[in-house]
């Protein structure tokens, strides 16, 4: 089956204790993203990889770092997490066509204490 | 600069009635749109999407969407609506230049048996 694999889907952490979130696809798929979904205010994109390692910055990159090291994986770092980085995480991929649309993962809810 | 609207936060139809869901964008040329479903727990579905051609595209789930450049809206319409499509609603625009995906902050549905 065609999917997005996120782990874990829930993590709760102290501030500044290092956590990675990790996202697989089984699609072959070129590009992947990083989204975190606010109340009110939507999908907002933290970083994006073109291809293997090819990153850029999305809306909202401050606090977090991702890889791209096999197409496949783009994992989420968090080096120190702050409670404002509470939120509820989507990873993302797609063919590398605009038109295609995303395939996303089942998300991943961060709670910074 | 891109930009999306769902200028309803909230809806609530009753079960078997239609449901029209607003979307508006804001894209100098011709838009990739698409519209998205996030059930409760769930991630991103794709519903449907549109770039050109026919104007009416019919998706997953009994769904279709209208563009209409003149108004700029990507409306979704469901003729009868089922308990089961009690979810988010997400519309979106690609843009083909910076590859970039930009969303609404959503509508959330609510369907009364």
């Known amino acids: 089956e065609a999917q997005v694999t996120q782990n874990p889907r829930y993590l709760i952490t102290v501030t500044g204790k290092k956590l990675t979130v990790t996202c697989s696809q089984n699609m072959n798929h070129e590009y992947m993203s990083w989204y975190r979904q606010d109340p009110g205010l939507g999908l907002r994109q933290i970083y994006y990889s073109m291809n293997v390692e090819v990153t850029d910055k999305g809306d909202v990159p401050e606090g977090y770092k991702v890889s791209r090291k096999e197409k496949r994986n783009f994992p989420l770092i968090l080096e120190s997490p702050s409670p404002n980085q509470t939120s509820l995480y989507f990873c993302a991929s797609s063919n590398g066509q605009v038109g295609y649309g995303y395939t996303f993962g089942s998300g991943t809810r961060l709670t910074v204490v | ?113």
Not at chain 2, 8 to 13: F, G, K, L, P, S
Not at chain 2, 25 to 36: H, K, M, Q, R, V
Not at chain 2, 59 to 65: L, M, P, Q
Not at chain 2, 87 to 106: H, P
């Open chain 2, 1 to 113: 600069a891109q930009s999306v609207t769902q200028p309803d936060i909230h809806i609530t139809v009753s079960e078997g009635a239609s449901l029209e869901l607003r979307c508006n964008y804001s894209y100098g040329a011709t838009p990739y749109l698409f519209w998205y479903v996030q059930s409760p727990g769930q991630g991103l579905q794709l519903l449907l999407k549109y770039f050109s051609g026919d104007t009416l595209v019919q998706g997953i789930k009994g769904f279709e969407a209208e563009f209409k450049r003149s108004q700029s809206s990507f409306n979704l319409r469901k003729p009868s609506v089922h308990w089961s499509d009690a979810a988010e609603y997400f519309c979106a625009v690609g843009d083909s230049g910076t590859y970039k995906y930009i969303f609404g902050t959503g509508t959330r549905l609510k369907v009364l048996a």
